[in-house]
Nanobody, 128 residues
Framework: QVQLVESGGGLVQPGGSLRLSCATSGDTLHVHAIGWFRQAPGKEREGVSCINRSDGTTYYADSVKGRFTISRDNSRNTVYLQMSSLKPEDTAVYYC?????????????????????WGQGTQVTVSS
């Protein structure tokens, strides 16, 4: 089992920035990809970004390209999501997720159903 704990959410004004952290522990030996997802009230969970722990290759949803940056610190077993130029529509609960023997997609969508280990989520609110 992999445990994931998100932190770093909060209230920020439009145009502002936040950095989310995802700390992993447990059986991470076969975990290759760490994904970030978000879910706004009344909406489906959306795949936002993903990073492969071994080589740092990344995936971004079109809605966040150029504004969000994912990175990892393998020595700390932590993945970060730097969010800039935030918009009100970025408001959601943000989750990180992992699964064994899974890699980030090269194209298309980051699918929540592919991931079976999830953190508890952290709220991000973008509002003036």
């Amino acid at each position: 089992q992999v445990q994931l704990v998100e932190s770093g959410g909060g209230l920020v004004q439009p145009g502002g920035s936040l950095r989310l952290s995802c700390a992993t522990s447990g059986d991470t030996l076969h975990v290759h990809a760490i994904g970030w997802f978000r879910q706004a009230p009344g909406k489906e969970r959306e795949g936002v970004s993903c990073i492969n722990r071994s080589d740092g290759t990344t995936y971004y949803a079109d809605s966040v390209k150029g504004r969000f940056t994912i990175s990892r610190d393998n020595s700390r077993n932590t993945v970060y999501l730097q969010m800039s130029s935030l918009k009100p529509e970025d408001t959601a609960v943000y989750y990180c997720a992992a699964d064994a023997d899974l890699y980030c997609p090269d194209y298309g969508y980051l699918r929540a159903l592919d991931f079976h280990s999830w953190g508890q989520g952290t709220q991000v609110t973008v509002s003036s």
